[in-house]
């Protein structure tokens, strides 16, 4: 069975790496972005809710990290245009590869032994779903 692709698949794989790219660095920048600016205030209090806000809505970090989110999810949107749901929402899932090692590269964060089992999991659903299948 074939994938109903409208465009080649180079495209696809074009667009995926830009949009996952902006993803995984999207988020990565928010947190920086939120540990810097808002590091020592309580985020969902009604007190400093207005502080807070205007805090994020002003750091560069969180507004670019916002921004490449963005970026994201137009990508997104344009892969849906012409490709199966059932073909692009699962490749999308490298995204839960991507991000965790850039947060484990630039925020030093920790992953255990047992999140990089999933994240293997993951990397082999997508080497499935990549596969054509043949009769």
């Known amino acids: 069975m074939e994938h109903a692709l409208k465009k080649p698949m180079w495209y696809v794989l074009a667009l995926m790496a830009v949009g996952l790219g902006a993803e995984a ?7 920086k972005g939120l ?10 209090t009604s007190g400093h809710f207005g502080h807070v806000f205007a805090q994020i809505t002003t750091t560069p ?7 490449l989110e963005a970026l994201h999810f137009g990508i997104l949107m344009e892969l849906l245009s012409f490709g199966d749901v059932s073909f692009i929402i699962p490749i999308t899932s490298i995204g839960y590869v991507l991000t965790p090692v850039t ?33």
């Open 25 to 31: 660095w999207g988020f990565v920048l928010i947190k």
């Open 35 to 44: 540990i810097e600016g808002t590091a020592d205030l309580p985020f969902l």
């Open 61 to 67: 970090r969180v507004l670019l990290g916002t921004a």
């Open 103 to 135: 947060a484990l590269v630039f925020l030093h964060e920790t992953i255990p032994p047992i999140r990089w089992i999933g994240i293997l999991f993951i990397c082999t659903g997508v080497f499935v779903i990549l596969r054509k299948d043949r009769p």
